[in-house]
């Protein structure tokens, strides 16, 4: 019985063993940059204690195989595990960290992740998480360069020459091809089973009676011997073309599994961009929602029946002592006097000698006056009428007005 359950307690240990094992692959391959993640595992770490040289050594594997970014990722989890294991009563892990510490500093290469792990060494060593001397060696390690312990991978070119060699349409026609030799060899299996000799069965001959059964059977073999020879070149055919059409599906797998990177990152990159649109979206809408309404304009906008201002209450009054009815004031009209502006009047009292001065002009000056009169009648436009037959008795207005003044004889 004793031997039988210190069997059993084994196999659970083992089985537990496993599982943590699993778990922790599982969980350094999927830590994240966030802040939720480190900390996350950082305190499953610090729960787990009792197993902090498995849970290094498996730190320092993730580390050894993963990408630069990942590899950042990990040194933030050792950075809070190293400076929370204290006060959480699990120092041990300062120690377990500083034996792989200097070999996981070597493996930094990446210029953006070596200033992100030399920016966490001196936070170790202004709060003297670890000495002097084990912060300079950590620094002196990540000038260091990375021992080469293979040449560069021959299977990231291959695949590199892969995707650039790769012809969609090539391979599409050989796929076509493929099915079609198909059919083909369906369609021969066919005829082979439909034939009226079975010409690996020994039975047929057991029954053969006369000659001329005979001849018929040896007809009916020779043909049905020609189809299954016809049947076998083809599949010894078929077997030839089977290891350039596995490696042209290799090559397909390869190029499609590149181009569903390539489309993921970019599918990422509209994700972003949606949600930063989303993002300014909401917070015009807040900014919106500051802003003035129509109804709460300072200054009432007066309403539809609202009467218009008329003498002294219009906006427009005065004006024309100002600049602009001073400036239209400066030409005076061809009919007013020499003297006087047209928006002049006559004070009591004043005397109007318009009549004396007009008789007083000469017939140039008539002529000049009338001419002058013409030319102001002809600037405004007439409306477009249709055009109406003139008549003998009508005389142009125009003609009237520009008439010489009568002379008035002196007295």
Not at 35 to 59: A, F, P, T
Not at 206 to 211: A, E, N, Y
Not at 243 to 256: C, I, M, Q, R
Request: hydrophobic share 35%; charged share 25%; proline share 8%.
């Amino acid at each position: 019985m004793a031997a039988g359950t210190g069997a059993a307690s084994g196999h659970g240990g083992r089985g537990s063993s496993a599982a943590l094992q699993s778990s922790l692959d599982r969980r350094f391959q999927g830590v994240s940059n966030t802040m939720e993640s480190i900390q996350g595992l950082s305190n499953w770490c610090i729960e787990n204690k009792k197993h902090h040289s498995l849970i290094v050594r498996y730190w320092m594997k993730w580390l050894r195989k993963s990408a630069p970014s990942h590899r950042l990722n990990l040194f933030y989890l050792a950075n809070d595990v190293i400076q929370n294991c204290k006060r959480k009563n699990a120092i041990v892990y300062r120690t377990s960290f500083a034996e792989v510490l200097p070999e996981a500093a070597v493996l930094v290469k990446d210029g953006k992740v070596r200033k992100s792990v030399e920016r966490i060494l001196t936070i170790w060593e202004e709060r003297s998480v670890y000495p002097e001397e084990v912060i300079s060696e950590l620094r002196a390690g990540l000038t260091k360069k990375a021992p080469s312990t293979a040449p560069a991978n021959p299977k990231a070119a291959l695949k590199s020459k892969i995707v650039a060699e790769f012809a969609p349409q090539a391979f599409m026609e050989q796929l076509s091809s493929y099915r079609r030799s198909m059919e083909e060899a369906e369609l021969k299996e066919k005829q082979l089973a439909a034939m009226r000799v079975d010409v690996c069965s020994t039975e047929a001959l057991k029954r053969l009676k006369d000659k001329a059964g005979g001849k018929k059977f040896s007809k009916d073999f020779e043909e049905g011997s020609g189809k299954l020879q016809d049947f076998v070149s083809f599949l010894e055919r078929q077997v030839k073309g089977g290891p350039p059409l596995l490696e042209a599906l290799n090559n397909a797998d390869v190029f499609y599994e590149m181009q569903y990177k390539e489309v993921k990152i970019i599918a990422n990159a509209y994700k972003t961009f949606a949600n930063r649109v989303t993002h300014l979206k909401r917070k015009l809408d807040t900014l919106k929602t500051t802003l003035p309404g129509p109804d709460d304009s300072p200054i009432p906008s007066p309403s539809e029946d609202a009467p218009s201002p008329t003498g002294s209450e219009s906006p427009f009054h005065n004006m024309n002592a100002g600049g602009a009815g001073g400036a239209e004031g400066e030409v005076p009209s061809p009919l007013s006097s020499p003297g006087r502006s047209p928006g002049q009047t006559l004070q009591h009292g004043e005397r109007d000698n318009r009549d004396v001065e007009d008789m007083e002009l000469s017939e140039g000056e008539e002529t000049e006056s009338a001419s002058i009169i013409v030319e102001e009648r002809t600037e405004q436009p007439a409306p477009i009428t249709a055009p109406k037959p003139a008549t003998v008795d009508s005389q142009p207005p125009l003609a009237q007005e520009v008439g010489p003044p009568k002379q008035i004889p002196p007295p």
